[in-house]
């Protein structure tokens, strides 16, 4: 089992630029979660995809859209990049569920914008 | 704002010693879970407790959750250089769907 796979591994971008993250959950997952992490803080929720649909949505703008495939995988796509979106972007996967829901994360992409 | 807290910021202790860093949250939760992160990899996730529960075992490590307080601890007993990495909360709760909310951290340093 490969668990969470995100691609690529880092990235540098231009202000003003537009970025695709991929993620391939752990086999048998059917929830993706995508958080942004800068540097020194925690993870913070951006949004989530279950049935290839957004579920739910932390305090991000719309310049932070997502994308969940038949298979399950997802993108994270950030359009009109600023300097302030540098950071290490996560993904974790799980099963939807109630109390005992796991999540696993990816080892992230880190952004980094100038 | 973050739902869950850590406390301390950063701790520094010698090999051999316990480590014990605590988190607040503000609302009802599910579970809460505790990560740890090394040098802004990705999260490994550690143990699981969840709101029914009150104290849990995995290895060395030792969870407790009061829900009265809206707190947990998270205890490493006879810490190891290898266990110098970011260590976090994540509160899983009912919005009007799940989501798991992480805290800002705690950076513990282990020294050999």
Not at chain 1, 18 to 33: A, F, Y
Not at chain 1, 70 to 76: G, I, Q, R, T, V
Not at chain 2, 90 to 103: D, L, M, P, V
Request: hydrophobic letters at 30%.
């Amino acid at each position: 089992d490969a668990g969470v796979t995100q691609s690529p591994t880092h990235l540098i971008k231009t202000r003003g630029q537009q970025v695709t993250l991929r993620c391939s959950p752990k086999s048998g997952h059917d929830t993706v979660s995508w958080y942004q992490q800068a540097l020194g803080q925690g993870p913070q929720f951006i949004f989530q995809y279950y049935e290839e649909e957004e579920r739910q949505r932390g305090n991000f703008p719309d310049r932070f859209s997502g994308h969940q495939f038949p298979n399950y995988s997802s993108e994270l796509n950030v359009n009109a990049l600023l300097l302030g979106d540098s950071a290490l972007y996560l993904c974790a996967s799980s099963i939807t569920g109630g109390a005992n829901t796991e999540a696993f994360f990816g080892q992230g992409t880190r952004l980094t914008v100038v | 704002s973050q739902q869950g807290e850590e406390d301390p910021q950063a701790l520094s202790i010698q090999e051999g010693e316990n480590a014990t860093m605590n988190c607040s949250y503000k609302t009802s939760i599910n579970n809460l879970q505790w990560y740890r992160q090394n040098s802004g990899r990705g999260l490994v996730h550690l143990i699981l407790i969840r709101s029914n529960e009150r104290e849990k075992h995995s290895g060395r490590l030792r969870v407790t959750l009061d829900t009265s307080k809206k707190s947990s601890s998270l205890l490493i007993t006879a810490s190891r250089a290898a266990d110098t990495a970011s260590y976090f909360c994540a509160t899983y709760w009912n919005t009007g769907g799940f989501k798991t909310i992480f805290g800002a951290g705690t950076r513990l340093f282990v020294k050999a």
